[in-house]
């Protein structure tokens, strides 16, 4: 029996344990991949029979999937080595970077296929569905490659087997072959089904034989579990018909919303307080169940602080001496008639900061019981259900105020207010419960509405489902919250496809950028070769304008495709210093020489490159040639001018998209401490920001994307589009002026729940 390599005794290179993991991780999974992919022509022909006018695409993906199968594991295997080459090499390939390189081998400024964009995304989606189900085994593979591959440290995206890596092989093998775009997805999708689990168990056995080979062999224990703490019980007043699942113990820390948390956390300081200064003056003990004490803390703050939000007309106080509370079926029967025909004062109220919406919906609750022919001098709103109005009212208050809500997302947000009343109501679990489908749905709705403008036909797309879904609450919810679950889901799907079209605008807009700032390193390195040589002597005009116009697009378009040490680059350089060797032959008066004999072909390939071909391109040479020989022969008169060129022009820099970056002359970016700089350039992709511009707008921006060129920073907006470019130099200026700030968004409810306590400020109640 072979011995087993011996571990290192600290991290360094171990080619033998390197050697192992190869051939336990890359032969399994090149073949693990052929054979699923031997059914996907069948998986094909499946979905050839039921794709109706789609028919045609699915029968020729089968067909090009047959013929070019060995190609496909070939390219899939391919990858793989790579990466573990570099792996070897203590050098990891970056999985991000080849996705992003992955069909750009030209380094043109031709921007990635929507096509294209879309196998990227769909790889990112089978990388992170291998993620979820392996996460605690690959997390030790990381460790363990890096231990004996001798690097500081390997994560998702330098893990040459990881799931990223996997997914850039799958998009390579793919690019292969000739298919439709629906057809290619359909092919990735299935390897999310068929080959993610495999390619699990492929990492739990290189774990385990990296763990029996001595390598790191403790972190293969789990730590142990801590006894399941004891889940609170159902509320009374929860909807039976809802799931029981997703509760969670909100006396758990890691499980409340995170304004439940800070609320419970400071108004437990508050009573402490209260109980110290007045003995007996608040007698009651939090309840055992973690959601009912944040609703009691809540309630008791709403009754301290009533008096303060409300005026003489508030409905309380309506009639003094009113006894009896709307029953149940009252508050039911009203608000299912403002459900239906919201009152236009109830319309006018939503979103008018200088009315309260709940003090309105109280308003109108007691005037529409009237007409059902309650006695108004005999009724008023029970104190749970007073609460309960109140805090839907500022929720809908506070969202209205603070999100980018305008028009028509604001009418359509302000029309769930009277349903929110009846679900807080029904099932007062909503306010403590992060997984409710009520707020699950307000979330997605308002994510779908927040700074749409419907400028696109997706965004007007959204708006219309978002419309559709509104109208069948309204129409279909009456007292069973299972229309909030059914909707919700519906909604989730349409939303998960509108956030594929913003993640690939957020891709073009990285490949927008990325090709502008190609261009501008190129036009900037050529800008400074023209300088150099137009130094000296002033030319004559028809050379100076060869150098400037025609030459200089000519060497940028040949230093963008190719970079500094290219072919056509060293052609271009070449041609203007021989250009310029003639001039001074010239003018050392050498007469009869064959002006430009040899430079004639470069000259026409750069006359080409702008444009000008046959004729016209013959009698730019026949300028440059009489120039040099008027020269020669000391007659400036006989100089000649090039021929009109026809326009040419390289893209211009895009101004920015934000008003966030005019800083004003007080504010130098030098002057920025490197340390400060060095918080925004450590900063993760994906991090948002708050942009807030000189008349106090908030923008959410996300980092998409970091220059290698330039080290600016990309942020595009919740639709994907660019809307700043900055520094870190310039960030740290922006925050010094209050222009920015970091993003704090656990989803519209969460937020505005937020926002409701901060109004309400339980830090200094007043207490009577």
């Known amino acids: 029996m072979m011995s087993q390599p011996h571990p290192p005794e600290r991290p360094g290179h171990n080619p033998d344990l390197l050697a192992l993991a190869r051939e336990a991780a890359l032969p399994p999974l090149s073949a693990t991949f052929a054979r699923v992919l031997a059914g996907f022509d069948d998986a094909l022909f499946d979905r050839a029979e039921t794709a109706g006018a789609s028919q045609l695409v699915f029968l020729d993906g089968m067909r090009e999937l047959r013929r070019r199968r060995d190609d496909i594991t070939a390219r899939f295997g391919a990858h793989l080595r790579q990466a573990w080459s570099a792996l070897e090499a203590a050098a990891p390939l970056s999985a991000e970077a080849a996705l992003a390189q992955a069909g750009q081998g030209d380094g ?9 964009l879309e196998s990227r995304l769909a790889v990112r989606n089978f990388a992170a569905v291998v993620l979820r189900e392996w996460k605690p085994v690959l997390a030790r593979l990381d460790r363990r490659l890096a231990w004996i591959s001798g690097v500081d440290g390997l994560d998702i995206d330098l893990n040459p087997i990881g799931p990223e890596h996997i997914g850039v092989a799958v998009h390579e093998a793919f690019g292969v072959c000739d298919l439709a775009a629906e057809v290619r997805l359909v092919l990735i999708k299935l390897c999310e089904r068929e080959f993610a689990v495999q390619v699990g168990r492929i990492y739990r056995d290189v774990d385990e034989r990296l763990a029996q080979a001595g390598v790191m062999p403790g972190i293969s224990q789990p730590p142990p579990r ?75 703050l709403l009754a301290q602080t009533r008096h303060v939000r409300e005026d003489a007309t508030a409905a309380a106080q309506v009639a003094v001496g009113q006894q009896r509370p709307l029953s149940q079926h009252e508050m039911m029967s009203v608000l299912s008639l403002l459900q239906a025909t ?33 006695d108004p001098g005999q009724a008023r709103l029970d104190p749970q259900d007073e609460d309960a109005i109140d805090l839907v009212g500022m929720l809908f208050d506070v969202m209205l105020d603070e999100r980018e809500l305008e ?15 009846k679900v807080a109501l029904l099932d007062r679990r909503m306010f403590v419960q992060k997984t409710h489908p009520a707020r699950r749905l307000l979330n997605s709705l308002a994510e779908a509405c927040e700074g749409n403008a419907g400028e696109s036909q997706a965004e007007r797309a959204l708006m219309g489902k978002v419309e559709e879904i509104i109208d069948r609450l309204i129409a279909e919810f009456n007292e069973n919250l299972a229309i909030f679950l059914t909707l919700e889901e519906e909604f989730r799907e349409f939303l998960a496809q509108h956030r594929r079209r913003i993640e690939i605008a957020e891709r073009r807009a990285t490949e927008t950028q990325r090709g502008q700032e190609k261009l501008e390193l190129a036009r900037s390195r050529a800008l400074a070769e023209l300088e150099r040589r137009l130094q000296g002597a002033p030319l004559p005009a028809a050379i100076e304008g060869f150098l400037r116009q025609p030459w200089n697009h000519h060497l940028t378009m040949s230093l963008l495709r190719e970079g500094d040490d290219g072919e056509s680059v060293a052609e271009a350089l070449g041609l203007a210093d021989m250009l310029l060797e003639e001039v001074a032959e010239a003018r050392r008066h050498v007469v009869g020489k064959p002006w430009l004999q040899s430079l004639q072909p470069g000259l026409r390939k750069v006359f080409a490159s702008v444009g000008l071909h046959g004729e016209g391109s013959v009698g730019a040479i026949d300028a440059l040639h009489d120039t040099l020989q008027a020269i020669a022969e000391a007659r400036p ?25 005019d800083l004003g002359a007080e504010a130098r970016p030098e ?98």
């Open 108 to 116: 043109g400024l031709s921007l990635v296929s929507e096509h294209d």
């Open 671 to 768: 002057s920025v401490d490197h340390a400060d700089a060095a918080r925004y350039r450590a900063m993760d992709i994906g991090t948002w920001l708050d942009f807030i511009d000189k008349d106090g707008k908030v923008q959410a921006g996300k980092l998409s994307w970091v220059s290698p060129i330039s080290s600016r920073l990309l942020f595009v907006n919740r639709r994907g589009i660019r809307f700043c470019v900055a520094s870190p130099e310039e960030l740290v200026v922006m925050e010094r002026l209050g222009r920015l700030r970091p993003h704090v968004d656990d989803g519209a409810f969460d937020s505005a729940m937020q926002g409701v306590i901060d109004r309400l400020d339980p830090q200094t109640p007043t207490v009577h």
């Open 637 to 661: 008169e006989l100089e000649r001018a090039l021929p009109e060129l026809p326009q040419v022009s390289l893209p211009t820099p895009p101004a920015q998209e934000s008003a966030a970056l």
């Open 407 to 421: 028009g028509r997302s604001r009418e359509l947000i302000g029309r769930l207010v009277v349903p929110f009343v």
């Open 342 to 374: 919201p009152t236009a004062t109830l319309r006018a109220a939503v979103g008018d900061q200088s009315e309260s919406l709940a003090q309105r919906l109280k308003n109108e609750v007691i005037s529409g019981a009237t007409r059902l022919g309650v």
């Open 226 to 300: 801590p006894a399941p703490a004891a889940r609170p019980p159902r509320p009374a007043d929860a909807d039976p018909g809802m799931a029981q699942g997703d509760d969670e113990d909100l006396s758990d820390p890691q499980h409340a919303p995170a304004w439940a948390r800070r609320f419970t956390e400071r108004w437990a300081r508050h009573r402490s307080e209260l109980q110290a200064g007045h003995p007996g003056g608040y007698d009651g003990a939090p309840s055992a169940s973690g959601q009912n004490m944040i609703l009691e803390a809540l309630h008791e």
